[in-house]
């Protein structure tokens, strides 16, 4: 029976939506880096999931999200299985449609968050159920197929993200009971605020009257992260949302981000990202938001 349905873009020949079961964790044991997106829907489980610079516990059902190119692998020896979809921006941007599905920064690109949530019975059976239709769906080559398949990611999108915002007063309820210091929110905010122009740890210490080190040492007990990789991964957000939505020359991204060098800028790209910003252009697109006008 198959279990695999694979829809390619008739432009370049390049993937544009998949979805398929897994039994095991065979396929993602290894690193991966995609030029898509990625979402996990594990059904039962647990294991550690390594992302990014982490590594972290999961217990399913939870739904894993990886924006293209974040590395990451699964370590789950037993009863791992769900289902994945994968969809390069192409046949939906996130940014583009963040308005109608709002899922970037709570599901994808999540700085501050492990890039899963656990998922409640009812939840897990809706996206199931929606999972399922998406394969129905691409089974048999019909009127408005692409158009059905969008529909039902979007309303995919909108259940996860729901379920995961509607999580984030009991997350910080715990955070609350482990006492996590005010200096965190100020840290969020003024990276937020500067990391187009302030690049290193220090600067956000001084910015916060606080020594590097104890900065560091809070930043690494309760995101799980160094200070310079939150920072890092902030400027690469970006980077990556201008790449594909504008036709700016990668000299002119890099000085918006403070980088004056455009060769420093790409090697830092490519040391965080794993690909150069040139090569991402090419697989993953660009001036997608400039078609729009």
């Known amino acids: 029976m198959q279990s695999t349905f694979t829809l390619v873009n008739p432009q370049n020949g390049n993937l544009a939506f998949k979805i398929f079961s897994f039994a095991d964790n065979s396929i993602f044991d290894h690193l991966q880096r995609m030029n898509y997106y990625t979402m996990l829907l594990v059904m039962e489980g647990e294991g550690k999931l390594k992302a ?3 590594e972290y516990a999961f217990t399913g059902p939870a739904l894993m999200c990886f ?3 974040q590395p990451f692998l699964v370590n789950a020896p037993v009863n791992f299985k769900g289902m994945a979809i994968n969809f390069h921006p192409d046949f939906f941007c996130i940014h583009k449609h963040h308005k109608q599905v709002a899922c ?10 492990p890039p899963f949530g656990p998922l409640q019975q009812d939840i897990l059976l809706q996206l199931l159920q929606l999972a399922e239709q998406m394969k129905t769906e691409m089974q048999h080559v019909e009127m408005a197929q692409y158009e059905m398949l969008l529909s039902l990611l979007k309303i995919f999108l ?21 006492k996590e210091p005010p200096v965190l929110q100020q840290l969020k905010d003024a990276i937020e605020t500067h990391y187009r122009k302030k690049h290193a740890p220090k600067e956000y210490a001084s910015l916060l ?10 930043t690494k007990i309760f995101f799980n992260k160094t200070l310079t990789h939150l920072i890092a991964e902030r400027i690469i957000i970006e980077a990556k949302r201008e ?28 040391t965080n990202a794993d690909v150069s910003p040139q090569l991402y252009r090419h697989t993953v697109g660009f001036a997608r938001g400039e078609e729009l006008n």
Do not use: C, H, M
């Not at 009257?209 to 809070?218: H, M, Q, W």
């Not at 939505?245 to 490519?270: C, H, M, N, Q």
């Open 67 to 69: 924006a293209p190119y």
């Open 158 to 178: 909108i259940t996860a993200s729901r379920s995961k915002t509607r999580q984030l007063p009991a997350e910080q309820q715990i955070l609350l009971q482990q």
């Open 209 to 218: 009257n606080i020594t590097p080190k104890a900065l560091g040492k809070i």
């Open 243 to 270: 790449l594909y939505l504008s036709s700016k020359p990668v000299k002119t991204i890099a000085w918006e981000l403070g980088f004056d060098d455009e060769f420093y800028f790409s090697r830092f790209f490519k």
């Open 52 to 54: 990014d610079f982490s």
């Open 104 to 113: 970037n920064g709570v599901l994808f690109n999540t700085i501050y968050k």
